[in-house]
């Protein structure tokens, strides 16, 4: 059965690491709900993932860096993003006074 939710719902007051949540998935897709509260990739780390992703900012602020590129990537509520298969990424950080939530959408 169909049941309705909110994505802005159900955000812990506290955070001590970044949530990330599965909210549908199927043979070449998922999407999930991210949710950072100053939170950012740890020293040196850098993604680097099997899949393409797109992602929207729905709340708060980030900077994305990307390994090819000197300039940190800013967004703000409502920018979008598209990551392609193995381009290297980290988070550089994400506000640290209100949550930053990410719709981040992974395929094949």
């Given at each position: 059965?169909?049941?309705?939710?909110?994505?802005?719902?159900?955000?812990?007051?506290?955070?001590?690491?970044?949530?990330?949540?599965?909210i549908?998935?199927?043979?070449?897709?998922?999407?999930?709900?991210?949710?950072?509260?100053?939170?950012?990739?740890?020293?040196?780390?850098?993604?680097?993932?099997?899949?393409?992703?797109?992602?929207?900012?729905?709340?708060?602020?980030?900077?994305?860096?990307?390994?090819?590129?000197?300039?940190?990537?800013i967004l703000?509520?409502?920018?979008?993003?598209?990551?392609?298969?193995?381009?290297?990424?980290?988070?550089?950080?994400?506000?640290?006074?209100?949550?930053?939530?990410?719709?981040?959408?992974?395929?094949?």
């Open positions: 059965m169909n049941r309705q939710k909110n994505l802005f719902n159900n955000i812990p007051p506290e955070l001590s690491n970044e949530l990330t949540e599965c549908l998935q199927e043979k070449t897709f998922k999407i999930k709900r991210i949710i950072s509260r100053g939170h950012a990739s740890p020293e040196g780390f850098w993604y680097n993932q099997d899949d393409h992703e797109w992602v929207v900012l729905l709340k708060g602020s980030a900077g994305l860096r990307f390994e090819n590129k000197v300039e940190t990537v703000n509520v409502g920018d979008y993003i598209h990551i392609p298969a193995h381009c290297r990424h980290r988070v550089e950080w994400t506000d640290a006074r209100h949550e930053t939530l990410w719709l981040a959408i992974h395929y094949r």
